[in-house]
T-cell receptor
């Protein structure tokens, strides 16, 4: 069975501070890992996926297979980063479909 | 604008009834997935359709069924509604292969009384 755990339901930081949203996963095969974001009153959208190795809006995430983690990081948080963040996993053979999501972390960036 | 639309935006049903939710995929997307998101939870995968056939299913009972049409629009049908079926239902479409990014619709909020 596959599982994604986001240990923090709520995370609050000040503008300009570093932020790290934690994600741990369990999966017996080769997973593909994603971060999705939902801004207020907007639909769920892809933030980044580990195979692309892109940095989006200053966010990065490194897949650590030894620790089975995929933490999302940003060195300097901005107020517009306030949103709900979901870590997700899919079997690599499905090319990003059949996602298993974590419960999400609500990030608030205070001025 | 991703182009995935869902209807209705919200509806109320009573236990035991049947409901049909609709999704219009983004142009050119031939794969559609449905997810259930209960309050305070992450989305849960229900099933996926490709070329009008189901090709993946999550841990949902058979009373959850779907259809995909030649124009790639799709339906989610739920029979014998239960109180726990109250949730936000999300549709997501993608191109088969390629970058594989899924584009989500705004969802339909279902309340079962």
């Amino acid at each position: 069975a596959q599982r994604v755990t986001q240990p923090e339901k709520l995370l609050s930081v000040f503008k300009g501070a570093p932020v790290e949203l934690k994600c741990n996963y369990s999966y017996s095969g080769s997973p593909e890992l994603f971060w999705y974001v939902q801004y207020s009153r907007q639909r769920l959208q892809l933030l980044l996926r580990h195979i692309s190795r892109e940095s989006i809006k200053g966010f990065t995430a490194d897949l650590n297979k030894g620790e089975t983690s995929f933490h999302l990081k940003k060195p300097f948080a901005q107020e517009e980063d306030s949103a709900m963040y979901y870590c997700a996993l899919s079997p690599i053979e499905t090319s990003g479909s059949r996602l298993t999501f974590g419960e999400g972390t609500q990030l608030t960036v205070n001025p | 604008e991703t182009g995935v639309t869902q209807s209705p935006t919200h509806l109320i049903k009573t236990r035991g009834q049947q409901v049909t939710l609709r999704c219009s995929s983004q142009s050119g997307h031939n794969t559609v997935s449905w997810y259930q998101q209960a309050l305070g939870q992450g989305p849960q995968f229900i099933f996926q359709y490709y070329r009008e056939e189901e090709n993946g299913r999550g841990n949902f009972p058979p009373r959850f069924s779907g259809l995909q049409f030649p124009n790639y629009s799709s339906e989610l049908n739920v029979n014998a509604l239960e109180l726990d079926d109250s949730a936000l239902y999300l549709c997501a479409s993608r191109e088969r292969g390629g970058a594989g990014t899924q584009y989500f619709g705004p969802g339909t909020r279902l309340l079962v009384l």
